[in-house]
């Protein structure tokens, strides 16, 4: 096990390295140059220009931009951002617990939902349970994540008023009630296409577990359906599902762009917007190697735990 | 009594079959005529006949094929102009003139919809063409001559699955502006991953069979192997992979253009218009359900197609 652990991290790390030889080179090839806001800004004299572009060590050989460039990513330093004049990494920092808030209130809702519309959707396959959340599991997938986010404000937040548009507090507020007020609808909007996609992978996953010879034993021996299902086919039906959510990180972090501009959230996907706009391209460097890092580790916890889950996988 | 055996190709030679079943290529009937076997048929017309049985997958068949001609013919069903302007009525509510209501600047929203539509379309079928076309490429390179260039591309496709592609492409287009070339062209370039990884494990598996031996040892080139030998087994894979492709690419673009970065406003596509329609969302809803619910039953549509497509295409199942 602990080689199968060591194995995969050390997979990991070429791949993170890659990523910030990735995001260098695409540094490098904005249009005019890393400083090119500078560059472009006429009131600075040549001598001012020199200093900044010493400073942001563009004066150095490609090379060494380059090794400083990951050293510098390794120690947690990103740059200083060109709007905000302020090291990334911080400006990251200050928004970035709030993405995570999003997203894990997206993760708990989405498994929960999932777990229990597939689980009793395979209770009693083509019946009108399974039907209708089959159906509407295809709904949730075409649909367009920022379109539901924008259906769900419509309806409940302006038309109804029974839950605040956008934002993450009241500008009065403060509460734990008032962040889940708010919490709600882009929870819900984020959470959508994995309930959509995971539910009916846990319906299949669990129908293929019911017809398993085990089930039939346990169910001779006299337990309970209950205990049968809990005890049994719950484990073995969430095993794959693991896998799934780790795949599907990356979609989170395109909902919570989506997502986050729409309710105005003020997160990680909503900075990268702004960032966007006004082309601050060391924060949105930051953010996409930051991103990149997020789906690898995603990736490698998925991986870790399904060898927690199912130990045959490790013995390769 | 009457033997029967109706020729077809060796059995295991996939070269004009569908992947996988290595049941014998031959029926041996020994009984009274009335029971001879029927002739054989291709594997398209089977995965027809069970494409046809799927209700979901004929109306998705129905709709998307309504929808494109009805993009298709927008010049002639639509009532009026992309851009044309109705200076008196703008943001104006459904009305008898404006079935779905005009937009900010006054143009109608039916028909700019029909209009957003071709461009909409076009840029999915795109994107998902060109990621097929270098899937294909990749999958057949590396499972084909395997070696450091298979590690190689696989490492590349690990390493272009880590990136988070909404935030890449979205630095591009602001970086070097869009077009709807552009953003047919880099949507399909990060799209192909997953058939690239098909391709090459079907390839590996499928070199090592006999009738590749068989077809290299009288001589037949690589190029040919691949063409006629190998290719025809992934038809499926490549087939329910690009129709998935249209649906993915399809939302793709309309995030992009949601967020302004996409194809630019003044050619409409149904993303775009959820992206002018935002500010006014409150007092003209249908601006923004309209395209958004043609979006969802587009994808749902073609989603219904691809995966009755995989069912009827799957050598597993029943004919």
């Known amino acids: 096990m602990l080689r199968y652990v060591a194995r995969r991290v050390l997979e990991s790390i070429p791949l993170l390295l890659g990523i910030a030889v990735l995001s260098f080179i695409f540094m490098q090839l904005a249009p005019g140059g890393p400083d090119a806001l500078f560059a472009r800004n006429g009131r600075m004299s040549a001598e001012q220009l020199a200093a900044i572009r010493r400073s942001m060590g563009l004066d150095r050989p490609p090379h060494e931009q380059l090794l400083a460039w990951i050293t510098n990513i390794f120690q947690g330093d990103l740059g200083v951002s060109y709007s905000q004049f302020r090291p990334v990494s911080h400006v990251i920092a200050e928004v970035f617990p709030n993405t995570v808030i999003l997203m894990a209130a997206g993760l708990l809702i989405s498994l929960v939902s999932a777990l229990v519309f597939g689980i009793l959707a395979a209770r009693r396959p083509y019946g009108i349970f399974d039907n209708v959340t089959s159906f509407l599991s295809y709904f949730g997938l075409a649909m367009p994540v920022f379109w539901f986010g924008l259906m769900l404000q419509l309806l409940f937040a302006v038309r109804l008023g029974w839950l605040p548009s956008a934002g993450m507090y009241s500008p009065d507020g403060g509460s734990t009630q008032d962040l889940l007020r708010h919490l709600t609808l882009p929870a819900l909007t984020i959470a959508i296409g994995s309930i959509a996609g995971w539910s009916r992978y846990v319906r299949s996953s669990t129908l293929e577990q019911l017809s398993q010879d085990y089930v039939r034993s346990a169910r001779s021996k006299g337990l309970t359906e209950r205990r049968v299902m809990t005890g049994h086919v719950l484990r073995n039906s969430l095993i794959p599902l693991v896998t799934v959510v780790g795949i599907d990180v990356p979609l989170y972090l395109t909902g919570a762009v989506l997502t986050e501009t729409v309710f105005s959230w003020p997160g990680m996907g909503r900075l990268f917007y702004d960032a966007l706009t006004v082309r601050d391209y060391p924060v949105l460097m930051g953010i996409l190697v930051l991103g990149a890092a997020l789906i690898i580790i995603g990736n490698l916890i998925a991986d870790l735990v399904y060898g927690l889950l199912d130990p045959r996988i490790t013995y390769e | ?319």
């Open chain 2, 1 to 319: 009594m009457s033997l029967e055996v109706s020729a077809k190709s060796t059995p295991g030679d996939p070269g004009n079959r569908l992947a996988g079943s290595a049941g014998p290529g031959f029926t041996v009937n020994t009984v009274a005529p009335d029971l001879i076997a029927k002739p054989a048929r291709s594997p398209w017309s089977i995965a027809y006949s069970r494409f046809r049985r799927s209700k979901l997958a004929l109306f998705g068949m129905v709709i998307i094929t309504l929808m494109t001609l009805a993009t298709l013919f927008a010049g002639v069903i639509a009532p009026y102009g992309e851009n044309e302007i109705d200076l008196f009525n703008i943001t104006a509510q459904p009305s008898e003139a404006h079935v779905l209501g005009t937009d900010e600047l006054g143009r109608d929203e039916l028909s700019r919809l029909l209009f957003g539509g071709r461009i909409s379309l076009f840029v999915a079928v795109g994107a998902a063409l060109i990621s097929t076309l270098i899937g294909i490429v990749v999958g057949t390179v590396s499972g084909f001559y395997g070696g450091w260039i298979d590690t190689l591309l696989m490492r590349f496709v690990d390493l272009m699955l880590a990136f988070p592609a909404i935030f890449l492409l979205l630095i591009m287009f602001a970086m070097y502006g869009s077009s709807v070339l552009s953003v047919v062209l880099f949507l399909g370039v990060f799209s192909w991953m997953w058939l690239a990884r098909v391709i090459r494990g079907e390839f590996k598996s499928l070199k090592e069979r006999d009738f590749v031996e068989a077809a290299r040892s009288i001589g037949v080139p690589n190029g040919i192997i691949i063409r006629r030998h190998l290719l025809p087994n992934v038809m499926a894979a490549i087939i329910v992979s690009t129709t998935l492709n249209i649906a993915y690419a399809m939302l793709s673009e309309a995030a992009l253009s949601f967020l302004g970065f996409g194809v630019p406003p003044e050619t409409p596509t149904w993303g775009n218009m959820l992206n002018t329609a935002r500010p006014y969302y409150v007092t003209v809803p249908i601006l923004a359900i309209a395209p958004g619910l043609t979006l969802t039953i587009a994808v749902l549509a073609i989603s219904f197609v691809g995966d009755g497509m995989r069912d009827a295409l799957d050598p597993r199942g029943r004919s």
